[in-house]
């Protein structure tokens, strides 16, 4: 008998059966040999902080937690990833050995390694950036690309109240630009990215034109379903290079399966058949 500790982990949200976290993370489990398991955590926002206190007496390695749980998690744990303060939310919590709550925020860094996936000599300080979103996924981007020495990132947001709360948090690099004038932004970018829900499984398309849009810019999408959004697939028609958002998807999922069950896990085929599988 192996005397290998059997591993927990899971994702907390509400609701949480539409996440594929748990497929990546058993995809692995079952890939690497390793005892373990990855379940589905639905915690009602009310229930939220009984349930992260008692991940340790459960016996959790730790979690993911996803919407609509990523800021009020954060603002329980004992310590925070720096990035994870930046961002203002988490997605990842590591339960230490003395039951203290660690939370991290890997969706930005997955986000910056799917891009070089993508294309191994993309560089964060290639040229401005166009972000179309404010929200959660959006200031997740803008702070790893500010990482990464993006020398202009220009923010359009439908409310236009947030994109000003991100510019005026992170300075003068980040500017605003009103939700009507988003075409005209793209003049001079070399990277567009979608963090709005426009253009994912049943919402209706992005409304943007890419016609003053460079065409060596690298188009990017945060949504994964559907792989290749309306936005994608006319970036891809113009001949930009298109990124989907599997990629961050599974980078993101990394150091977090690292910090739970010990090995670094890798992005296979298999992998992304797994999940594609699943929509
Ligand atoms: P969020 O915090 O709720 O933000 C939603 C954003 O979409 C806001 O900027 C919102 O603008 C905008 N929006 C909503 N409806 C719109 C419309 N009709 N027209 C224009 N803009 C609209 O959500 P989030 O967590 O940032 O997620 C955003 C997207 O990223 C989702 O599609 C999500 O699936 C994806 N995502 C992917 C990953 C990944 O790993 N690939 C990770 C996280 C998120 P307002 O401020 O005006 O409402």
Same mark, same amino acid.
Not at 147 to 170: C, H, M, V, Y
Not at 252 to 278: C, H, N, S, Y
């Given at each position: 008998?192996?005397?290998?500790?059997?591993?927990?982990?899971?994702?907390?949200?509400?609701?949480?059966?539409?996440?594929?976290? !748990?497929?990546?993370?058993?995809?692995?489990?079952?890939?690497?040999?390793?005892?373990?398991?990855?379940?589905?955590?639905?915690?009602?926002?009310?229930?939220?902080?009984?349930?992260?206190?008692?991940?340790?007496? %459960? $016996?959790?390695?730790?979690?993911?937690?996803?919407?609509?749980?990523?800021?009020?998690?954060?603002?329980?744990?004992?310590?925070?990833? !720096?990035?994870?303060?930046?961002?203002?939310?988490?997605?990842?919590?590591?339960?230490?050995?003395?039951? *203290?709550?660690?939370?991290?925020?890997?969706? $930005?860094?997955?986000?910056?390694?799917?891009?070089?996936?993508?294309?191994?000599?993309?560089?964060?300080?290639?040229?401005?950036? %166009?972000?179309?979103?404010?929200?959660?996924?959006?200031?997740?981007?803008?702070?790893?690309?500010?990482?990464?020495?993006?020398?202009?990132?220009?923010?359009?947001?439908?409310?236009?109240?947030?994109?000003?709360?991100?510019?005026?948090?992170?300075? !003068?690099?980040?500017?605003?630009?009103?939700?009507?004038?988003?075409?005209?932004?793209?003049?001079?970018?070399?990277?567009?990215?979608?963090?709005?829900?426009?253009?994912?499984?049943?919402?209706?398309?992005?409304?943007?034109? %890419?016609?003053?849009?460079?065409? *060596?810019?690298?188009?990017?999408?945060?949504?994964?379903?559907?792989?290749?959004?309306?936005?994608?697939?006319?970036?891809?028609?113009?001949?930009?290079?298109?990124?989907? $958002?599997?990629?961050?998807?599974?980078?993101?999922?990394?150091?977090?399966?690292?910090?739970?069950?010990?090995?670094?896990?890798?992005?296979?085929?298999?992998?992304?058949?797994?999940?594609?599988?699943?929509?």
């Amino acid at each position: 008998m192996s005397d290998q500790r059997f591993v927990l982990a899971g994702v907390m949200g509400w609701p949480v059966a539409h996440s594929r976290s !748990p497929v990546i993370h058993n995809h692995w489990i079952a890939k690497y040999g390793l005892k373990g398991s990855y379940v589905q955590l639905p915690v009602q926002p009310e229930r939220l902080e009984d349930a992260l206190r008692g991940l340790k007496a %459960l $016996g959790f390695a730790g979690c993911n937690v996803t919407v609509p749980h990523k800021v009020r998690a954060m603002e329980l744990m004992d310590e925070l990833h !720096p990035i994870a303060r930046r961002m203002k939310a988490i997605n990842t919590i590591v339960v230490r050995e003395d039951g *203290s709550l660690y939370g991290m925020n890997n969706d $930005g860094a997955g986000y910056v390694q799917s891009l070089r996936d993508a294309d191994p000599a993309w560089r964060g300080d290639a040229g401005p950036v %166009l972000m179309l979103g404010a929200g959660g996924a959006a200031r997740a981007i803008v702070v790893a690309l500010l990482e990464e020495g993006a020398p202009e990132i220009r923010i359009t947001n439908r409310s236009r109240d947030k994109a000003e709360a991100l510019a005026q948090e992170f300075g !003068p690099k980040v500017t605003v630009v009103d939700w009507a004038r988003r075409n005209e932004a793209m003049d001079g970018v070399a990277l567009l990215v979608n963090a709005t829900t426009q253009g994912m499984h049943g919402q209706g398309p992005l409304d943007v034109q %890419l016609d003053a849009l460079p065409r *060596s810019a690298m188009v990017s999408d945060a949504i994964y379903i559907p792989l290749e959004t309306p936005l994608l697939a006319n970036a891809r028609a113009r001949g930009h290079r298109t990124v989907n $958002g599997l990629g961050m998807l599974l980078n993101q999922a990394r150091p977090a399966f690292k910090a739970w069950f010990g090995v670094m896990p890798d992005i296979t085929p298999e992998l992304r058949a797994a999940i594609q599988a699943t929509f």
